[in-house]
């Protein structure tokens, strides 16, 4: 695929890199490829960040035909910038695309783009601890018709922001609320594919949650409601008598790349981790009896998100005496010191921008 670049002629001031926060801030480029059944991908062009112009008929604004990715951009210590594991994030978008009925795209092409736009941007790769550009990919249907079809023509887009350390205060676990009523996936459903409608149909609990004072929401199965999938946008385990479990990838759950890292390092430690199915009987049991040693969500905004409170049918529990457990801090330290490559990558999970 050809790519056109049109550099910005005006480029904005950085923001404040103590005050980013999360996807605030947006940098001068953006890229956007277009498809039609015709003629494939086409068009590819990196242009100054700008809004997208849609037809008012346009497949993603009615039927909700959107996916995207999440992945971020590191600088190190002697300038340079890294990517991790991009090409499981071009494979994801290839799965959830698939799972939707949008486009396949070449991934190595895909990675490819992605590296091009950030270099173009990358003095907008922030240089504080803790700071990433994070990278956002987002392909939808874009049919001119209300007409429900197959899909013939699509976009993909990316836009980079550069993003605060997750953590300003350091690693403090989260409150979470079962949600028993809302549930996020079904098997057969979307919930393996990283698409914009699992968010939409998830943000009532998440409100009813914090509404009762807790960050996250855990969700059970969508059809007996007894079996845990994920707490809130992230992937969870659970450290029961030393043993790592997490629930398997049944198809209702999103197949992270951090609980894949996640799981591949605990693995090489010599640890026992298990993928099964866990009821939250089994949990709520573990938790009373002092078995549940740590829980902790996975995900690439927060890398590990230690889980300090549970509450179901009225009742909170606390883990771990509310600390971050030396698991899940032994993951968060080898994950960002991959990622920020403050140690070599044994691995080969980065590339370099
Ligand atoms: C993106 C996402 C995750 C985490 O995936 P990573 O690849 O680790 O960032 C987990 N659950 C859901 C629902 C997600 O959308």
Excluded at 69 to 80: F, I, P, Q, S, V
Excluded at 162 to 181: D, F, Q, R, S
Aim: charged share 25%; proline share 4%.
């Amino acid at each position: 695929m050809e790519l056109k670049i049109t550099k910005a002629t005006t480029l904005k001031n950085k923001p404040d890199e103590s005050k980013l926060g999360f996807g605030k801030f947006f940098t001068d480029h953006m890229l956007e490829v277009s498809y039609t059944r015709e003629k494939g991908w086409y068009n590819a062009e990196i242009k100054p960040f700008g809004n997208l112009s849609i037809h008012p008929a346009s497949t993603v604004l009615h039927y909700g035909s959107e996916i995207f990715e999440g992945l971020k951009a590191y600088r190190r210590k002697d300038g340079k910038v890294q990517l991790f594991r991009p090409i499981e994030n071009a494979r994801r978008l290839n799965t959830s695309a698939e799972r939707l009925g949008l486009p396949q795209i070449d991934e190595n092409e895909c990675v490819e783009l992605i590296k091009k736009l950030v270099e173009i941007d990358i003095d907008w790769v922030p240089h504080e601890e803790g700071t990433s550009l994070y990278i956002r990919p987002f392909m939808f249907g874009n049919d001119e018709t209300l007409g429900v079809h197959s899909i013939h023509a699509a976009k993909l887009v990316v836009i980079l922001s550069p993003v605060g350390a997750y953590y300003a205060e350091g690693l403090n676990p989260v409150k979470i609320c079962i949600e028993t009523a809302d549930v996020r996936a079904v098997r057969g459903g979307t919930g393996y594919a990283k698409c914009g409608g699992n968010y939409a149909a998830s943000v009532r609990a998440g409100e009813k949650a914090e509404k009762k004072g807790y960050s996250q929401v855990l969700w059970l199965d969508g059809v007996e409601r007894k079996y845990i999938e994920e707490v809130g946008a992230m992937n969870v385990m659970f450290k029961i008598n030393g043993e790592v479990v997490t629930p398997m990838l049944s198809g209702s759950i999103l197949p992270g790349i951090t609980r894949k890292s996640s799981l591949e390092l605990m693995r090489d430690w010599g640890m026992k981790v298990t993928e099964r199915q866990i009821s939250i009987d089994e949990l709520i049991t573990a938790v009373k009896s002092g078995t549940l040693e740590e829980a902790w969500g996975t995900g690439t905004a927060a890398v590990v998100s230690p889980i300090g409170y549970l509450f179901i049918d009225g009742v909170e529990y606390k883990i771990n005496d509310n600390k971050i457990g030396p698991v899940t801090q032994k993951l968060y330290d080898n994950l960002t010191s991959i990622q920020w490559g403050k140690i070599k990558d044994e691995k080969g999970w980065t590339v370099e921008v």
